[in-house]
């Protein structure tokens, strides 16, 4: 990748995860270009509630898949998941925490930003000039 993304204060994008490793391109961070059709931007923090309803959804994130290398997700990981399934759980009740720090801007062109901030895993704090 050429250049780093941002975050949605267009500051660079912070590491959504390492373990376990997330983002479409699997480097840790919620990376989203051309070549990511579901638009993996959402730095969320897992939780039983919206594992269920992913499952429910047709996305079933919390069983394993070896043949992928993947090792299913618990409450408490960090996952960069797509910014219109993110969206979908907000509108039903169902939105995870989000890591604002390591959201990719992008997202914005999707979820309104007020709906972040609402539910934002940490307040940001912002240096004083």
């Known amino acids: ?12 994008i912070e590491t959504c995860s390492d373990d376990p490793l997330t983002g479409f391109y699997r480097n840790g961070c ?7 059709p579901g638009k993996h931007m959402v730095c969320a923090i897992m939780t039983e509630k919206f594992l269920a309803f992913s499952k429910l959804c047709g996305n079933d994130l919390s069983t394993p898949m070896p043949q992928y290398n993947f090792p299913g997700l618990k409450a408490g990981d960090r996952w960069c998941m797509c910014a219109n399934r993110w969206k979908e759980a907000y509108n039903s009740g169902m939105a995870p925490m989000v890591d604002l720090e390591a959201t990719n801007e992008l997202a914005l062109e999707i979820i309104p930003i007020e709906a972040l901030l609402e539910f934002a895993w940490r307040t940001p704090v912002k240096e004083k000039t």
Do not use: H, L, Y
């Open 1 to 12: 990748m050429a250049q780093r993304s941002k975050n949605i204060f267009g500051e660079p």
């Open 30 to 36: 919620c990376d989203s270009q051309v070549g990511d």
